[in-house]
C-alpha cells in the first residue's frame, strides 16, 4: 500500500511569491472595477457628440459590467483549463483592443461593441483568476490577501479620474482611448506574476482520485442491483453512459450542485438583488456634479476622493474581518456594509452643494470598500477553496442580468423626471433591502448549521444508531447473496467479464 501522506497536497504557502500574486492581482482586479468608473469622465462629451440620452450613453458602461461578469463562467473554465497565467495576458491583449478600436467608432452601436463587450470581456478575463489564484496561495492570511488586492481598484479609479480628464483636454476622447487600450495591455504584465502553484496540481489530482473512487463504488453497486434484477437489459446502461459522459464534463468545470447548496443560495439572491443598484451612483456622480454647476476637474476630484477613502476602507476591513471576532460570523459583516452603503445613497439627495458632494463621497468610498474587500472572502466562507472557481463563475453570471440594467434604469429615472435624487433613493432602497435579507437569512443560516451540527454529534455518540445501520448493511448483503439459482449464469457471466477487464 502506499504510504499515508502520498499524494497528499501541501497547504497554500501564505506568503513568499504569494506576495507577488498579490501585487499582479492588485493590477487586474484595479483595471476591471475601476475601468467602467473612469469611463464616466467622458460620458457628458460623447453623449454631446452623438446627441444620445443619459440612458442610452449609460449602456456603455452597463454592456461593460455586465459582460465583465456575465463571462464569468468563461473565465472560470478557461482557468481550469489552461491556468490563471496565461487567461490574464489574452484578456489584456483584448481590452487593448477593444479601447484602440472604439477610437474610431462613429455611433453609440460601435461603441457598444467594442468598450461594452470586447474590453469588458476582456476584463472579464482579468477579474476571475485574479481572484481564484489567491485563494491557492493564501488561506490563514486570505482576508487580508483579498483586501490589499481589492484595494487595487481605488488606487486606479483615484489615478483614473484625473488622468481620464487630463487625457480629454489634451487629445480628446478619441485620442484618450488610444491612450487607454495602451495602458491596459499592463495587465498582460500583472499576468506574467501568476506563476502556476504545485500544492493547486496535487490537490486536482487527490481529488481525481476520489471521484475515481466514488466512481468504483458505485460501479460495484451497479453490479450488484443488475445481480439481483434479471430483467434489466444492458443496452441501457450503454446509452445512458454518454449523456453521464456530457454532464461529467460539464460539472469538472462548473459545479452545479451548488445550487442545492443553502448558503450559496441566500448570498447569491442577496447579491443580484444589491447589483441593482451598486454601480449606479459612481456611474453619474461626476455627471451630477457638473449638473448642478460645478468644474470639470472638480467633479473628476470627487471621484478622487471616493477611491482614496476606498482605498483604506478595503485593507482595513480585510484585517478587522480576519479578526477572532469577526471571522466566525463574517457574513453579518458583509450584510452590515451593504445596509451601509444604500443609506448613503438615501442620504445624498440632501447634499445640495460641493461640500455636501464631499462628505457624500467619503462615506460612500468607506461603504463601497468594505462591501468589494468582502464580497469573495464571505462567498468562499460559505463553499470553501474547492469549489470556489465553480462557484464566482455561476454568481457572476447570475449577477449580470442586474449589473446590466443598474444603470440605464438610473439613466432613465434622470431622463424622466429630470432630477438626479430618484437615482440615488432608488439605489439607496435596494441595497438597504439586499443587506436587510442577507442578515436575516443568514442568521437563519447560522442557525440551522448549528442544529444540524448538534445532530450529527448526537448521531454519532448515539451506540443504538451506529448498530442499527451496521444491521440494515449486512442484512442487505443477505439478501444479495442469497439469491435464487435462476441468477447463477447471469452471475457467472459478469464474473467472467470482470476477468476479462482485469485481464486486459
Known amino acids: 500500500p502506499p504510504p499515508a501522506n502520498l499524494g497528499r497536497a501541501p497547504g497554500p504557502p501564505d506568503g513568499g511569491w504569494g506576495w507577488a500574486v498579490v501585487f499582479g492581482a492588485f493590477i487586474s482586479i484595479g483595471f476591471a472595477y475601476a475601468f467602467p468608473k473612469g469611463l464616466a469622465i467622458f460620458f457628458k462629451e460623447i453623449q454631446d457628440f452623438f446627441g444620445t440620452s443619459y440612458s442610452e450613453i449609460a449602456w456603455v458602461s452597463s454592456i461593460m459590467l455586465a459582460t465583465t461578469y456575465g463571462a464569468g463562467p468563461i473565465s472560470s473554465i478557461l482557468v481550469n ?15 487593448g483592443i477593444g479601447m484602440v478600436s472604439a477610437a474610431f467608432c462613429t455611433s453609440i452601436l460601435q461603441l457598444y461593441i467594442c468598450v461594452g463587450f470586447i474590453t469588458g470581456f476582456g ?19 486570505r482576508p487580508i ?17 484625473p488622468l481620464n480628464q487630463f487625457l480629454f483636454d489634451n487629445f480628446g476622447w478619441r485620442g484618450s482611448f488610444l491612450i487607454l487600450g495602451a495602458i491596459l495591455l499592463n495587465c498582460c504584465v500583472a499576468g506574467a506574476l501568476f506563476r502556476p502553484i504545485g500544492a ?9 482520485t476520489e471521484e475515481e473512487k466514488d466512481a468504483l463504488k458505485a460501479e460495484v453497486t451497479k453490479d450488484a442491483m443488475e445481480m439481483s434484477s434479471p430483467t434489466k437489459v444492458p443496452v441501457e446502461a450503454k446509452t445512458e453512459e454518454g449523456g453521464k459522459d456530457c454532464c461529467e464534463k460539464i460539472n469538472q468545470y462548473l459545479d452545479f450542485s451548488l445550487f442545492k447548496h443553502r448558503g450559496f443560495l441566500i448570498y447569491l439572491i442577496g447579491n443580484v438583488l444589491m447589483f441593482l443598484g451598486f454601480f449606479a451612483p459612481i456611474v453619474f456622480l461626476a455627471p451630477y456634479a457638473k449638473h448642478i454647476g460645478i468644474d470639470e476637474y472638480s467633479a473628476a476630484f470627487l471621484l478622487s476622493i471616493l477611491a482614496i477613502v476606498d482605498m483604506v476602507a478595503r485593507p482595513t476591513t480585510g484585517i478587522i474581518a480576519n479578526s477572532k471576532w469577526v471571522r466566525p460570523r463574517i457574513q453579518y459583516f458583509f450584510s452590515f456594509s451593504i445596509t451601509f452603503n444604500g443609506a448613503c445613497h438615501l442620504l445624498c439627495p440632501l447634499a445640495s452643494g460641493y461640500t455636501g458632494l464631499v462628505v457624500y463621497s467619503v462615506f460612500f468610498g468607506l461603504a463601497f470598500g468594505m462591501v468589494c474587500a468582502m464580497l469573495f472572502e464571505t462567498l468562499m466562507d460559505l463553499v470553501g477553496a474547492t469549489r470556489f472557481t465553480s462557484a464566482v463563475g455561476l454568481v457572476t453570471i447570475a449577477e449580470c442580468c442586474t449589473i446590466l ?21 432608488k439605489c439607496g432602497a435596494v441595497m438597504v433591502l439586499a ?12 442557525r440551522m448549521l448549528a442544529k444540524e451540527e448538534k445532530e450529527r454529534k448526537a448521531k454519532e455518540e448515539d451506540p443504538k444508531s451506529v448498530r442499527t445501520e451496521n444491521e440494515g448493511k449486512n442484512n442487505w448483503n443477505k439478501e444479495t447473496a442469497q439469491d435464487g439459482p435462476e441468477l ?3 452471475r457467472e457471466e459478469q464474473e467472467g467479464l470482470k476477468k476479462e477487464v482485469n485481464g486486459t
Open 123 to 141: 476584463l472579464a478575463l482579468n477579474l476571475q483568476p485574479s481572484v481564484i489564484i489567491i485563494g491557492k496561495y493564501f488561506l490563514k492570511r
Open 488 to 490: 447463477e449464469p447471469l
Open 81 to 95: 483549463r489552461y491556468g490563471s497565467r496565461p487567461v490574464v495576458i489574452f484578456g489584456g491583449l483584448l481590452c
Open 405 to 425: 440594467l443598474g444603470p440605464p434604469i438610473g439613466g432613465t429615472l434622470i431622463d424622466t423626471f429630470g432630477d438626479y435624487k430618484y437615482m440615488f433613493i
Open 435 to 446: 443587506g436587510t435579507f442577507l442578515f436575516i437569512m443568514n442568521y437563519y443560516n447560522y
Open 200 to 208: 493547486a496540481t496535487v490537490s486536482v489530482k487527490t481529488q481525481v
Open 145 to 161: 490577501a483579498n483586501g490589499l488586492a481589492m484595494a487595487g481598484s481605488p488606487v486606479m479609479l483615484c489615478t483614473l479620474a
